[in-house]
């Protein structure tokens, strides 16, 4: 049997964002420049939480761990991207690949929807908060986030490689993601499609369902505040985080709640840059900016610097 039609395939080609040669170099210094703003965002938040030890809470431990996910998950996907525009075959393995993506996404939905508990229980049961979220139960919860992450992954790449691959190498996307590979397969893929719905069903509908849930009890405590100024702190608490939950399921359930002869994947490209790219930068950038705490520590850490 030629190898080309065997189901052992475990390398793929990708054509990237744009079969467009004159658009090639200007997105190589977009993303490039998108991806170094993103190291710099997400190392320097991480090392930052790391150094200032007024930092040292359960809501920036897990804006630690927010930001060192957001680091890897780039760093997993943005230079096989960049390679994307320079190299003319571009291949790569595909178990691997799939994998560390599928973690890193899970990961962060789960993270998202723990900090959204820590701001209810900051917000709602402030005078339990200190019990509520000891550093055993932070480190209980991180451990869920990355167990959790681990077992999606898991069950989406596990399911791929029951598939046979039998068509053309090349994928039509950027990254090695789910969608683009059942394209390609030659055998039945409504297991896997079932499993995609049903994975990323809980790992997207679960929390989001769940930080709806807790953003509502919180809502409702802070109009019970009497004061304004009580109002207005309550809200720049937990403003940064929704703005960045808002982006990152939105753009989630965009790319995969909906059924799948809907989006085309070139439409469904378009959508997963907002997930994989975007968004890893801005949630540095959106913390640093509407964080009073942050701005804080960073002037601090910038004058020590300059005084020593």
Same mark, same amino acid.
């Given at each position: ?49 790391? +150094?200032?030890?007024? &930092? ?7 804006? =630690? ?10 760093? !997993?996907?943005?230079?096989? &991207?960049? /390679? ?18 599928? =973690? ?19 917000? @709602?049961?402030?005078? +339990? ?8 139960? @932070?480190?209980? &919860? ?20 029951? +598939? ?11 990254? @090695? ?42 809502? !409702?405590? /802070? ?86």
């Amino acid at each position: 049997m030629d190898i080309e039609n065997s189901s052992f395939i475990n390398e793929f080609i990708l054509v990237g964002l744009t079969e467009y040669s004159g658009l090639l170099f200007p997105l190589f210094f977009l993303f490039l420049g998108i991806y170094l703003v993103t190291v710099a965002g997400n190392l320097g938040l991480v090392t930052l939480i790391g +150094l200032n030890s007024h &930092l040292h809470t359960p809501m920036y431990y897990f804006l =630690f761990n927010l930001s060192f996910i957001d680091l890897c998950y780039s760093s !997993a996907i943005t230079p096989k &991207l960049l /390679i994307n525009f320079v190299s003319k075959v571009n291949t790569i393995s595909y178990a691997g690949s799939l994998f560390f993506y599928c =973690f890193f996404v899970s990961a962060e939905c789960y993270v998202l929807t723990v900090m959204a508990y820590d701001r209810y229980v900051a917000v @709602c049961k402030s005078l +339990l908060y200190t019990v509520s979220m000891s550093p055993w139960v @932070c480190s209980l &919860l991180a451990g869920m986030v990355y167990v959790g992450a681990f077992a999606g992954a898991w069950a989406h790449t596990g399911s791929m490689l029951r +598939l046979t691959f039998c068509k053309a190498r090349t994928i039509n996307h950027y990254m @090695c993601d789910t969608l683009p590979l059942l394209e390609l397969s030659c055998t039945s893929t409504r297991v896997n499609e079932l499993v995609v719905f049903v994975v990323v069903g809980f790992d997207v509908g679960v929390p989001s369902l769940a930080i709806v849930v807790f953003y509502t009890f919180i809502l !409702a405590s /802070i109009f019970q505040i009497p004061s304004t100024e009580g109002r207005s702190k309550a809200f720049g608490t937990c403003s940064s985080h929704m703005i960045i939950v808002s982006v990152f399921f939105g753009s989630g359930e965009f790319m995969y709640l909906h059924p799948f002869s809907v989006l085309s994947m070139d439409q469904g490209k378009v959508s997963t840059v907002f997930c994989t790219i975007v968004v890893p930068m801005l949630n540095p950038l959106i913390y640093s900016f509407w964080n009073k705490e942050v701005k804080v520590a960073l002037k601090k850490s910038f004058s020590r610097k300059i005084f020593s």
